[in-house]
């Protein structure tokens, strides 16, 4: 049980770091725009601090890539502790930069810089630390264990928010713009340390040993994913899509769309987010258990046909201008796609075969999160602006709902198979 104690908290902590730094940078994103993009409208400022974010998403394909090749030629163990220590670096570093008042256009450019080494890194660390897990997990347990890896992702959210809202609480705004907004930063190195020693002090998994044995280490696995694999690519494709366009609308894009176009306080709408994703927390566990007794397969369908029928007259309650409408409204979304979030790792691990496993599954899920995730924001405004609905960002919830639906129905049940 210690052993498996020890696999679990390897391959979360580098998802809590991760997305921790994704909520803490846009939570700081407008005081990062003013301190290293100053410009007389403080709109092009945000806009610049965003795009800046967005670089990172741009890396990530990119990191799928190297981190794969990585994972399935020289280990998990290899992939996950270069991986954190390369995210931990970037984002204590980012706490260390001067601002543009201080080297000027050095400032913003190795902003840049440490944005695209963490994009790097996250390409590879939340795929490789699933995979990890997953290969390290009893066959009776896989969804359960599998499940951590979004788990992780969910606790690092919540980390950032509560970060977020004590610092900004404690400190006066001048002390906030001075010092204070690299004090979020500089978590990073600890989560870090903490991580890198824990995965260097860990066990390879069995699966991986196992081809070391038998010397069928592949030596070109992102090529042989194309070449041997390109019907699970598809699928992983297909199914990621829902899991990217699910998550930043529902617990990123929402907090927004409630402030901006149902005019609730910022605070509110929040508060209404924060809610929401607890939930979730506590859903993805017993989804992934719950998995493991029923399969795979009924929990995807239902969870992604769920949404389809759903998605429209959910947002038009949570957008009716009612507090407690939005909160229930927001909860069931959590309910609907909690299912299908938890178990996504597991069975994505499940459909490659060891020797190509970790190339497979990140290329094909970190694809569409920088396609369809990060302008999943983007998007959902732009489909209210054309077309005069604030409900409309269903639309494209329903759309990518769809697409993993129909992967679902092509999906070969594997809970009760061993990995292939």
Same mark, same amino acid.
């Given at each position: @049980?210690?052993?498996?104690?020890? &696999?679990?908290?390897?391959? @979360? ?28 409208? +403080? ?7 965003? !795009? ?6 741009? @890396? ?26 390369? @995210? %931990? ?11 543009? %008042? ?9 902003? $840049? ?42 606790? !690092? ?14 400190? +006066? ?22 991580? #890198?020693? &824990? ?6 998994? +069995? ?22 694999? #390109? ?40 508060? *209404? ?25 009924? *929990? ?7 949404? $389809? ?8 309650? &949570? ?45 094909? #899920? ?7 995730? !990060? ?6 405004? #732009? ?19 769809? &697409? ?17």
């Amino acid at each position: @049980m210690r052993k498996h104690s020890k &696999v679990l908290f390897a391959g @979360m902590v580098g998802n809590i770091l991760e997305w921790y730094d994704f909520v803490v940078y846009g939570f700081l994103a407008v005081i990062i725009g003013e301190l290293f993009f100053p410009s007389e409208d +403080p709109m092009v400022s945000l806009l610049k601090s965003f !795009g800046v974010f967005a670089v990172g998403f741009v @890396m990530r394909p990119v990191g799928a890539v190297m981190f794969g090749h990585i994972g399935d030629k020289y280990g998990r163990k290899k992939a996950l502790t270069i991986s954190i220590v390369m @995210m %931990a670096v970037s984002t204590t570093a980012i706490g260390l930069l001067p601002t543009y %008042a201080q080297i000027g256009i050095l400032a913003p450019t190795l902003l $840049v810089i440490l944005k695209l080494l963490q994009g790097l890194s996250v390409g590879g660390e939340y795929t490789t630390s699933v995979s990890f897990i997953v290969e390290h997990a009893p066959q009776d347990k896989r969804g359960l264990f599998g499940s951590v890896g979004i788990l992780g992702a969910v606790v !690092g959210i919540l980390l950032g928010s509560a970060s977020g809202a004590v610092i900004t609480k404690i400190l +006066p705004e001048e002390d906030l713009y001075s010092w204070g907004w690299r004090v979020l930063f500089f978590t990073g190195i600890l989560l870090g340390l903490i991580g #890198y020693y &824990v995965r260097k002090n860990i066990d390879e998994t +069995p699966k991986f040993m196992e081809l070391e044995y038998e010397e069928m280490i592949d030596k070109q696995p992102v090529l042989d994913v194309f070449k041997k694999a #390109y019907k699970e690519f598809i699928k992983t494709f297909s199914l990621s899509t829902f899991q990217a366009v699910g998550f930043y609308t529902i617990f990123v894009y929402i907090a927004n769309h409630l402030s901006v176009f149902v005019k609730f306080p910022k605070s509110t709408a929040l508060t *209404i987010n924060t809610i929401s994703m607890i939930v979730l927390a506590v859903l993805i566990p017993f989804f992934g258990w719950l998995s493991d007794k029923v399969g795979r397969k009924p *929990i995807i369908l239902t969870s992604t046909g769920f949404t $389809v029928l759903t998605a429209y007259p959910l947002f038009k309650f &949570v957008s009716s201008g009612a507090v407690e409408n939005a909160l229930i409204g927001q909860i069931i979304f959590a309910v609907v796609v909690a299912g299908f979030m938890s178990i996504l790792p597991t069975t994505l691990v499940e459909i490659f075969p060891t020797q190509i496993r970790n190339s497979g599954y990140s290329i094909g #899920y970190n694809l569409p999160f920088a396609i369809f995730g !990060g302008t999943a924001p983007l998007i959902s405004t #732009y489909l209210i602006k054309i077309t005069g609905d604030i409900n409309s960002p269903a639309f494209y919830l329903i759309f990518a709902a769809a &697409v993993a639906f129909a992967a679902g129905i092509t999906l070969k049940e594997t809970a009760k198979e061993p990995l292939q």
